[in-house]
């Protein structure tokens, strides 16, 4: 059974704040993606990584994707009220339709 | 709107009933998944179809759900005498499925909020 571990559980911050969110899986899939969920609505697609040691960018949030794509990172740079929500990672297998197994999630609260 | 609808948005029911969910996937998306999502056990797959066909639905937590799709476009969530541990909100995605090694976008709807009581 392949797992994805994701840390911390619960964040909150105050606005400005760096932070990072971890997500560590058991196993590789065929690639790793990170989603945002607000209240009420189903999850939104931030990024997709396939390669291992890939870096992306989205304004304020970085992703990187370990060596051994088992590992997976989100910085947020200067948290912003409007970032509050929950972030999930989720691997991806292309085997099984891109079936997503998903991490447990970090709820993140940014306070003005 | 163009995304990814579910019906209804909210069910109550009780103990032992059937209950049906419903999604209509974007148009022209191929691959439908459904997922769960509860305080306990977090978002999980429950199973996805290509077209019309369910290659895998081991991810069904029992016999007592069931899932079809029809047409390659709506599906339906069935649950069979309903507990209360199936409480949760039901995900459905769509995707247009291109064979790219997992790069593809699922679209989600806002989920179907069941509470069996």
């Known amino acids: 059974t392949q797992l994805l571990e994701q840390s911390p559980q619960f964040l909150s911050i105050q606005e400005g704040e760096n932070l990072t969110v971890y997500c560590n899986s058991s196993s590789v899939f065929s690639s790793l993606q990170w989603y945002r969920q607000e209240p009420g609505e189903g999850p939104v697609l931030l990024v997709t990584?396939?390669?291992?040691?890939e870096v992306k960018k989205l304004k304020r949030l970085t992703f990187q994707f370990g060596d051994a794509r088992k590992d997976s990172s989100l910085h947020i740079t200067a948290a912003q009220p409007g970032d509050t929500g929950l972030y999930l990672c989720?691997?991806?297998?292309?085997?099984?339709?891109?079936?997503?197994?998903f991490g447990g999630g970090t709820r993140l609260m940014v306070k003005p | 709107g163009a995304g990814v609808s579910q019906s209804p948005s909210n069910k109550v029911t009780e103990k032992g009933k059937d209950v049906e969910l419903r999604c209509d996937p974007i148009?022209?998306?191929?691959?439908l998944y459904w997922y769960r999502q509860s305080l306990g056990q977090g978002l999980e797959f429950l199973i996805y179809?290509?077209?019309?066909?369910?290659?895998?639905k081991s991810g069904l937590p029992s016999d007592r759900f069931s899932a079809e799709r029809t047409g390659g476009s709506v599906s339906t969530l069935t649950i069979q005498r309903t507990q209360q541990e199936d409480s949760a909100v039901y995900l459905c995605?769509?995707?247009?499925?291109?064979?790219?090694?997992?790069?593809?976008?699922?679209?989600f709807g806002p989920g179907t909020r069941l509470l069996v009581l």
């Open positions: 990584v396939v390669t291992g040691g």
């Open positions: 995605a769509s995707s247009s499925f291109t064979g790219t090694g997992g790069r593809e976008t699922q679209y």
């Open positions: 179809f290509q077209g019309n066909s369910a290659p895998d």
């Open positions: 148009s022209g998306h191929t691959a």
């Open positions: 989720a691997g991806v297998t292309f085997s099984a339709g891109n079936m997503l197994t």
